[in-house]
Structures are given as C-alpha cells and as structure tokens.
C-alpha cells in the first residue's frame, strides 16, 4: 500500500525587506516598523540575531520584540530601532532574523542617511530695522545697540536661536572681549536678613536700586569701560526649539565700542556675531551733587554769599569723583553766558581796593603787604596770591582810574584725575 506524505515546515517572510529611513538625525534613535508574516499552518519561533558591525562607532540597530512564537496565518510588526553616528549614506545594514527549521534567515536590509544639526540665528520683529533680522548666517547678523547711548545706563538686544533638528545640544554665547567679570552665584536664604528687607515695601525699591548697582560695579570691574552679558549664556537647545538670548550692554566710559558674540552650539563651528554700540557722556561727577546720569552737563551751584567789601577772601572747594577706570584729562575753559559779552565768569580775581580806605584826614590808607604790578608787566611776584594749585596767570588790565587800577586775573588748570 502506497504512501504518500506532504511534510510541511515553517514557512515565515518580510512584507518588506528593505526599510528606509527617511528622517533621522545624528546621535538620534530613530524607530520604523517592518511587518513579519507566517505563511504556513504551523506556528513559528523567530528569533532577531545581534547585529554584528564592522563599524560598532558609526551605526547601531536593534528590533523590538528580539524573539517570538508566531501562529498560523499570523502577522507581526517589528519596531525597528536605529542610530548613525555619521553623516554618510548607509544602504547596507543587514538585520538578521532565524526561524526555526528554516533552513536560511530572514534579512532586512537597512537604508538611511543622517541629518546634522541645524542652527539659525535670527533677530525679533521690532529689531527687523537692523541688517539682517533673519538670516542663517551669523555674520549677516548685526547687533547694534545704538549710536547714543547715555553713559551708565543699560541698553538690551535679543538674539534669537532656532533649532531646526531633532538634535539636543549644549550651547553657550559669550563676548569675545568685553565679557566682563563673571558674576558670583550668591544663595540667599529665605529668613536672612537681606531677604526680610526687600520684603518690606519701604526697602523695596532701594533694595533693587542697590542691587543693580552693585551688579553693574562687578561685571565692570575689569577696567574695559564695557560689557556685553548674554542671559542666558549657557544651556541645553532642545530638539526644534526656539530660545532668546537677551544681551545687555553695561558702561562707564565713554567710546566706540565693538566686539564680537561668539556663539557655541554642540559640536559646530563657533559663530561669531558683530556687535557694537557708541557711549556718550562724562563719568565724572561732583560729589555735593552726586551722579546725575540724566543731567551730566549740569554742575552744582557755588554759592559765596553777601559780603561786606573788602573782606575777607571767599572760598569753596569742590571735589570731583571719577569712577571709570581710566585717567581723564580735565581742561577748566572760560565761557560768558552772556552772548558778546567781555566779562569772565569762569574764575575772575580782583586785586586792589576799588573804594580805598581812608584815615581821619582823607588820606588814602595804603597797604604795603600787597603790591599792584605796574600796567604792562610780563612777570610779576604773585607769592602772596592765594592759589590752591599750580595754574598759569594772565594779567589784564581794565577801566584805570585815576586813583587805583583794577586787575583781572583769568586761571585756568589742565591736569588728571585719577579714580
């Protein structure tokens, strides 16, 4: 009697043997599925081998579940796993798949091609005046601060970085030169003292004053004249995320300054951002006035009183506070408020008696501890004229009288003051 037997195996494919990748980025896992199939009436085990590269650095591929049992007619999705380490074209990543009492494996060959990232800076809408406001090239960028901008006061710009990837990285923006010095971190706690005050309403305001000054007094003490402080100068830049880079520009000297934002972001090139910005104003300041950051041109008002004539010598002191970091030339000038007018009234010294005193018989009473110079005189003996510092003298003559002369003397300084 004949025999006749059909012995039947399993019979398990791919519905696709070739899986692409048609986005991923370097250092990213990105995922895919491929469908697996059992043709056949008995169940299947499978299992996915290791995958074995030349390569471990530049490529890296597991498939989820690694192992299973199929049943008859059974479908399955494998989630396939993927990261590059490399921005070249891989068609031949070979994924291996056995089936047991299959004679050869499964294969599932990989395609893909990794994207770098990709970093633009860009400026906000209400600085689109400025060159550049939107552009993937740094160098088009400009950071203009301004062209007159008061002396000690703070003017701020914003960068914006845009990442168009879905790669995570560190990045961090700082000057090239005028950085600053780098601010301490200080943790205060929550029942201090300090923190108690700028609770209380009436220490507020003063408080936050305070605080500014101190911060602006540090971040300028490395004797530049200027700072540009990024905020925040460090950080993560997260996948397709946008983050503003607020810069702040601080100064206590005046000048034409111009620098550069050197720009890190991952593992690119630096960038570097033109900056600039042109400071005006005086740091100097009288101290019975104090800093007057609004009104730098006005000084204080010397008031010398009513007098009887003839008395004695009035004077003020005045001393004026530099607080930039660099010696300033003072030059101490004569101007007349007064339009066509030929009075001085920068400093004006007036020797001799216009109303001479005069004994019971009407004689003048002559003084002989102060001598008049004669009219026309180059060089005299001024010894006995009060000075405070050394100055250069002019002697003019105006109205002679018939009894006495009136002598102007005009005194003008030039020297450094030093902070």
């Not at 074209?89 to 089936?99: A, Q, S």
């Not at 060959?109 to 005046?129: D, I």
């Not at 007036?350 to 060089?379: A, M, Q, R, T, W």
Request: charged fraction near 20%; charge should be negative.
């Amino acid at each position: 009697m004949p025999v006749v037997a059909d012995v039947q195996g399993p019979q398990v494919c791919l519905l696709n043997s070739c899986l692409v990748f048609p986005e991923i980025y370097v250092g990213v896992p990105a995922q895919s599925t491929v469908k697996i199939f059992n043709q056949g009436r008995l169940p299947a085990s499978f299992s996915w081998e290791e995958l074995t590269s030349t390569h471990p650095a530049i490529y890296s591929a597991t498939v989820s579940p690694s192992s299973g049992l199929l049943g008859p007619n059974e479908e399955a999705d494998m989630c396939v796993t993927l990261t590059l380490h490399t921005l070249d074209e891989l068609n031949d990543i070979p994924l291996c798949c056995r089936v047991e009492d299959m004679k050869d494996p499964l294969v599932l060959n990989v395609k893909a091609k990794a994207q770098g990232l990709h970093v633009t800076y860009s400026l906000p809408v209400e600085q689109e005046s400025f060159k550049g406001a939107a552009s993937s090239s740094p160098q088009e960028l400009l950071l203009d601060f301004g062209s007159e901008v008061v002396l000690q006061s703070t003017v701020q710009r914003t960068l914006i970085l845009t990442n168009h990837t879905g790669i995570s990285a560190p990045f961090s923006v700082q000057a090239a030169y005028f950085s600053g010095c780098p601010l301490p971190k200080v943790s205060v706690s929550k029942n201090s003292t300090v923190s108690v005050m700028q609770r209380m309403a009436r220490f507020a305001e003063q408080a936050v004053k305070r605080a500014e000054a101190d911060t602006r007094l540090l971040i300028l003490s490395d004797g530049k004249g200027a700072a540009f402080i990024a905020q925040p100068s460090s950080g993560i830049l997260g996948p397709f995320q946008q983050i503003s880079i607020d810069v702040t520009a601080y100064s206590n000297m005046w000048g034409e300054y111009s620098d550069q934002l050197v720009c890190t972001v991952g593992d690119l090139n630096p960038n570097e951002i033109p900056m600039k910005i042109n400071i005006k104003g005086c740091p100097l300041y009288f101290q019975m006035a104090g800093p007057r950051h609004n009104r730098q041109t006005e000084g204080p008002a010397l008031r010398f009183g009513t007098h009887v004539s003839g008395g004695d010598t009035i004077s003020r002191c005045l001393r004026i506070n530099n607080p930039s970091p660099f010696d300033i030339r003072l030059d101490w000038e004569t101007y007349n408020r007064e339009e066509d007018s030929s009075k001085l009234v920068d400093l004006v010294l007036l020797y001799g008696d216009p109303f001479p005193l005069k004994d019971i018989d009407g004689n003048d009473i002559v003084d002989s501890s102060l001598d008049i110079p004669e009219s026309g005189s180059s060089s005299q003996d001024w010894d006995k004229i009060p000075s405070t510092s050394e100055s250069s003298l002019s002697v003019s003559q105006r109205s002679p009288s018939t009894r006495n002369k009136n002598y102007f003397i005009e005194k003008r300084q030039s020297f450094s003051i030093d902070a």
